[in-house]
């Protein structure tokens, strides 16, 4: 399956603070979704990005198929961002990294 | 749009037991869903892709007579954990992806089912 790398692992944010996180992955891919998982567990969809560029609030996503890489940008983070964002290309089914756990402090 | 459910939240069962799982697309329909399971701390490993009228995929180390799917409808797949150990503790999570979605792969994911053997 596909090899999938995130960093960093994890990141303590004061609140504001504006943040970058990435993920690489080992070959092609069809589907690239990116996920928050909340404190109970649920995994909220962020953004469905193969390729090119998403905005959604204070989020944005890139994806450079070709270079096999994707970006998760997070804009005046906020305590509510907390959690593991956790990034999975895939052909079809999905390979999970090991996901950035996100701190943001008040 | 494009919610999952799972039942039961959390379940506690003795060794030696069997408990299903149900994962249901509540507003759309899914040829195909997926079954996942994450330990504490641990990313998302993918244990079978479920098909609708058809017998499941298993990724590899999965035991397929441990873990019975069944994907009987369009809205429904079953997962159930057979003759149950104190190591198959763990979260369970399925996934859905809409039928008839052209080229879009997206999975949506139900909120997961917590599993305690004793």
């Known amino acids: 399956g596909i090899q999938v790398e995130q960093s960093p692992p994890d990141l303590i944010l004061q609140e504001g603070a504006n943040s970058t996180l990435r993920c690489n992955f080992s070959?092609?891919?069809?589907?690239l979704q990116w996920f928050h998982q909340n404190p109970w567990g649920q995994l909220i969809n962020l953004f469905y990005?193969?390729?090119g560029t998403k905005q959604n609030g204070r989020l944005s996503a890139t994806t450079v198929a070709t270079e096999r890489y994707s970006l998760l940008y997070i804009s005046s983070s906020q305590t509510t961002d907390s959690g593991v964002y956790f990034c999975?290309?895939?052909?079809?089914?999905?390979?999970f990294g090991a996901g950035t756990t996100v701190t943001v402090r008040a | 749009g494009a919610v999952v459910s799972q039942h039961p939240s959390w379940v506690i069962c003795k060794s030696g037991t069997s408990v299903k799982i149900e994962c249901r697309s509540l507003d759309f329909q899914a040829t195909t869903m997926f079954w996942y399971r994450q330990f504490p701390k641990q990313s998302l490993m993918l244990m079978a892709t479920?098909?609708?009228?058809?017998?499941?995929?298993?990724e590899q180390g999965v035991e397929k007579d441990k873990f019975l799917i069944n994907h009987a409808s369009l809205t429904l797949s079953t997962l159930t954990v057979t003759s149950a150990h104190p190591e198959d503790s763990s979260f369970y999570i399925c996934?859905?992806?809409?039928?008839?979605?052209?080229?879009?792969?997206?999975?949506?994911f139900g909120p997961g089912t917590r599993l305690t053997v004793t």
């Open positions: 996934s859905a992806t809409p039928s008839g979605g052209g080229q879009t792969y997206e999975q949506y």
């Open positions: 070959d092609s891919v069809n589907n």
């Open positions: 999975a290309p895939g052909p079809y089914k999905l390979s």
């Open positions: 990005i193969p390729s």
């Open positions: 479920s098909n609708e009228g058809s017998k499941a995929t298993y």
